[in-house]
């Protein structure tokens, strides 16, 4: 079991850059795929990036490729999202999620964090 906790969002400018931290307790965290995904109020959620669990491999939802960039640190149990251009269409709650297998599909990850609220202001 993991636990996982978010932080880092905030409200910024379109054009700004944020970087989110999932931040997990135990020492069986470098062992799960980490998925970030987000949810807008009156949408539903959907996913952004996602990294394997050695961090080799990495995948970005269309929308933010080239702009976000995801990450992790095994030393400190802590996977980021880095969010550079951002735009108001990103604004929405960002969860992370850990799971056994680097997926877009949200049913597929066992554990989440509380979530942390990204503000995007045109």
């Known amino acids: 079991q993991v636990q996982l906790v978010e932080s880092g969002g905030g409200l910024v400018q379109a054009g700004d850059s944020l970087r989110l931290s999932c931040t997990g307790s135990?020492?069986?965290?470098?062992?799960?795929?980490i998925g970030w995904f987000r949810q807008a109020p009156g949408k539903e959620r959907e996913f952004v990036a996602v990294i394997s669990r050695s961090g080799a491999g990495t995948s970005n939802t269309d929308s933010v490729k080239g702009r976000f960039t995801i990450s992790r640190d095994h030393a400190k149990n802590t996977v980021y999202l880095q969010m550079n251009s951002l735009k108001p269409e990103d604004t929405a709650v960002y969860y992370c999620?850990?799971?056994?297998?680097?997926?877009?599909?949200?049913?597929?990850?066992?554990?989440w964090g509380q979530g942390t609220q990204v503000t995007v202001s045109s």
């Open positions: 135990g020492r069986t965290f470098s062992s799960y795929a």
């Open positions: 999620a850990a799971g056994g297998l680097a997926s877009q599909i949200w049913g597929n990850y066992a554990y």
